[in-house]
């Protein structure tokens, strides 16, 4: 998969799917294609959702990251792109 980051550096991502589970969870490897530090070395995100009152908990957990200033990284585009899925939910 192809992103593009806020500066507009685009960033390829690789990955398998390692679980589905539909409506309940997604388990899939995560790796960054041109970061040395992601030379083979991939991490693992989990995706569960939960039925509560009113709508659907998303729980996201990104773990086995390379190092801290690469798990700070994500945790910034994460919660962005959670933010953006919230207000596109919500509308």
């Known amino acids: 998969m192809g ?6 550096k685009q960033v390829t991502i690789s990955g398998e799917y390692r679980e589905l589970q539909p409506g309940k969870k997604i388990v899939f490897t995560w790796q960054l294609e041109e970061d040395e530090d992601w030379k083979n070395h991939s991490s693992i995100v989990t995706i569960e959702l939960f039925d509560r009152e009113g709508g659907t908990e998303l729980r996201l957990t990104h773990e086995k990251l390379p190092n801290e200033a ?3 990284d994500h945790k910034q585009g994460w919660n ?3 933010e953006k899925l919230e207000t ?3 509308r």
């Open 80 to 82: 962005s792109v959670l």
């Open 70 to 72: 690469s798990r700070d």
């Open 3 to 8: 992103l593009h980051g806020p500066e507009g």
């Open 88 to 90: 596109f939910v919500t």
